[in-house]
């Protein structure tokens, strides 16, 4: 099969397309033939070899964590799955045996392999994985529309609908909003009935924002965060802050929320350590969660709803699988809005 190979970290040039064996499926795998596979500014880091990527992968190693396609083979045990099949193998390859697994929570399973971190991903023709672990996708969602935006809106159903338990009419600030998961999570949280208040810091992702379902939106390069949300909430705050950034923006996002507001944090580029005022937090009866990875059971209903066209993929690019370094140099540029495809179709 061709497939885009890293056996050293560093910078794009270290992706190399070229051919290598096909992989073959043990007796409880399926061998998927990858149609689409998205970015994830997890392969940079995969790339990178940083965020503790090197002590849990072995080179040579294929990235890709968002991929989709059709099953092409199955191993001499599977019963779940035909060949033809339209699936998605879900990114967290959960074990089916520990007690969260046991208990419908394999989102966090203790003993798990991710797909494109620990385990050979989508940037490439084949891919094999487990047959417990894969999510039907609907006839009437393309490939470049389930690789790009199954993995956002889940994320973002998991944070805000599950753990955040936003209810309809509430107010919700959205951070980065014109980043992959962001510009996805404002659509699930408008479709869940909340008031979204989107913040980035460019005028025209800020439009883009809008169309998807914002209400109100902060520039926070022109106003602070904080004057924001006081301008555009008659100055009570927000009920719930969906950040994937942290750092000064995570810290800023606690001063917006009302009392008893929640956070929802699935990720922190911007500052993994924050320091938090303890005071604030507690008199105002807040909740921080931690979250971000969903269950398959989220990935299929988010591909049920973009059958039915209740949430739309935000797709700024496809490009064949031989440009995955331009695509992902594309994605450091920060310089787009929705989600980067790489497609072998
Ligand atoms: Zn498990």
Redesign the pocket.
Same mark, same amino acid.
């Given at each position: 099969m061709k497939a885009v190979v890293l056996r050293e970290y560093g910078g794009p040039e270290k992706l190399v397309y070229e051919e290598i064996p096909d992989p073959v499926p043990a007796a409880n795998d399926v061998l998927i033939r990858v149609m689409a596979t998205a970015l994830n500014h997890v392969d940079i880091d995969v790339r990178n070899g940083t965020s503790g990527v090197e002590s849990i992968q072995r080179l040579p190693h294929i990235p890709g964590v968002d991929a989709v396609g059709t099953v092409q083979a199955i191993g001499s045990d599977v019963t779940l799955w035909k060949v033809g099949d339209r699936v998605t193998p879900h990114f967290i390859l959960? =074990?089916?045996?520990?007690?969260?697994?046991?208990g419908g929570r394999?989102n966090i =399973?203790?003993?798990?392999q991710i797909v494109g971190l620990t385990h050979w991903g989508g940037y490439a023709e084949l891919l094999c994985v487990p047959e417990r672990n894969l999510v039907r996708i609907p006839d009437g969602v393309s490939f470049d529309a389930a690789a790009a935006a199954m993995t956002p809106f889940a994320t973002a159903w998991e944070a805000l609908v599950i753990t955040a338990g936003i209810r309809a009419g509430e107010k919700v600030l959205i951070t980065g909003a014109g980043g992959g998961v962001a510009s996805h999570a404002v659509q699930v949280a408008a479709l869940a009935g909340a008031r979204v208040i989107a913040c980035a810091g460019a005028d025209d992702k800020l439009e883009k924002v809008k169309a998807l379902g914002a209400e109100a939106v902060i520039n926070y390069k022109k106003e602070s965060l904080v004057d924001g949300v006081v301008r555009v909430t008659g100055g009570q705050g927000v009920d719930v802050v969906f950040d994937g950034i942290g750092g000064d923006i995570l810290k800023s996002s606690i001063k917006c929320l009302a009392e008893g507001g929640r956070i929802a944090s699935i990720g922190a580029h911007a500052g993994e350590v924050v320091d938090i005022d303890m005071i604030e937090f507690f008199r105002k009866h807040l909740t921080m969660y931690g979250c971000g990875r969903s269950t398959k059971e989220i990935v299929s209903r988010v591909l049920e709803l973009m059958d039915v066209g209740k949430l739309k993929p935000v797709i700024f690019r496809v490009l064949p699988l031989e440009k995955a370094a331009e695509a992902q140099i594309l994605m450091e540029s920060r310089d787009f809005f929705g989600r980067i495809v790489l497609t072998t179709s």
């Open positions: 959960s =074990c089916g045996k520990c007690a969260n697994c046991r394999e =399973c203790t003993d798990s």
